[in-house]
């Protein structure tokens, strides 16, 4: 689609999904940006992509209320279920085509578990807009204290390394990385990997924590094959603290190690595959050598657009076509 189409997507928003919506100016190959409805995201950032030219603030994306892991207000296109949260109107945004790169916040997964729900990329780091972001420290539903950190969706790898290595001056990755994946994990990556025992990653967050912040000091990256996000159950500790009747629910999302990549103060990206709701998170530490390893990993892991979503949600046809009478 043409930025002139996904602007008129963008205006007949048709899940709700957009609060509001810029003309389009910059000329027909601009990247277009949308960011969640969040005041921890600064200004300043989205406004410096846009003084590169290649980047058009589009739309203002709708989020979950109060940051909330789920949204009762939007649906997941894919399923008609309630769409996952927080930064979910600006996942859906993406994942129509009415934007190329979602910008939104990640607390406990808010950015990676929005984006896994529909077989989008993504990448969060805490030393993006470091400064600003600390300033903003939370108490999760299940009373652990961290800050939010920013990151981006999109639907496209090449358009995520992009923006990453336009906000990064990244060194070039050399290193033979020391990558663990879990004993559990069948795939036959196209790199070397060291498979050990992880914890049950989906019960309490705080055994992920622990976890992840030894495995990180041991190796250079962690994958985690997870998922599917919030498709057989919800991923919310809002009603997953009540017995363990919930607390069995809440396991079924598929939300693993994403939950706890910006509490122990990680960066990850995460790569679709070719299953519903399943997905890479791929985690290192917040060094910007290690973040040219992600990317190095990333394009190694194969990846195929979905070409019935394609042709399908991103479609200008789908979204115009007129009705009896016209």
């Not at 949600?313 to 016209?326: E, P």
Request: proline share 4%; hydrophobic share 40%; glycine share 8%.
């Amino acid at each position: 689609m043409n930025n002139t189409d996904k602007h008129l997507i963008a205006c007949n928003d048709p899940f709700h999904s957009v609060v509001s919506s810029f003309d389009v100016v910059n000329g027909m190959d601009t990247y277009l940006l949308g960011v969640k409805n969040d005041n921890h995201i600064p200004s300043s950032f989205v406004r410096r992509l846009e003084k590169t030219g290649k980047y058009a603030l589009h739309t203002i994306d709708h989020m979950s209320a109060s940051g909330r892991a789920i949204d009762l207000q939007l649906v997941n296109p894919l399923t008609g279920r309630w769409m996952t949260g927080s930064s979910s109107g600006t996942a859906v945004n993406v994942f129509l085509g009415i934007n190329d790169v979602g910008i939104g916040t990640d607390g406990g997964g808010s950015v990676l578990a929005p984006a896994m729900s529909l077989n989008l990329f993504s990448f969060m780091s805490p030393i993006l807009e470091n400064e600003h972001m600390i300033q903003f420290n939370k108490t999760s539903t299940d009373g652990i204290v961290f800050h939010p950190s920013l990151g981006f969706i999109t639907s496209k790898k090449s358009v995520l390394e992009e923006i990453i290595r336009d906000c990064f001056e990244l060194p070039e990755y050399t290193k033979n990385l020391k990558i663990a994946v879990s004993t559990e994990d069948t795939h036959a990556y196209p790199f070397v990997t060291e498979a050990i025992k992880y914890p049950d990653i989906y019960g309490n967050r705080q055994i992920g924590i622990e976890f992840l912040t030894k495995a990180l000091e041991q190796y250079d990256v962690v994958i985690s094959f997870e998922g599917p996000v919030d498709l057989v159950q919800y991923g919310d500790t809002v009603y997953g603290h009540f017995d363990k009747k919930t607390q069995n629910m809440q396991r079924q999302s598929g939300k693993g190690l994403l939950r706890v990549v910006n509490m122990v103060s990680a960066t990850a990206i995460t790569i679709p595959s070719d299953k519903l709701g399943f997905g890479f998170v791929i985690i290192t530490k917040s060094k910007l050598e290690n973040i040219a390893g992600l990317i190095v990993i990333m394009n190694e892991i194969p990846w195929e657009e979905d070409i019935l979503v394609k042709d399908y949600f991103r479609n200008i046809q789908t979204w115009t076509r007129k009705g009896f009478g016209f």
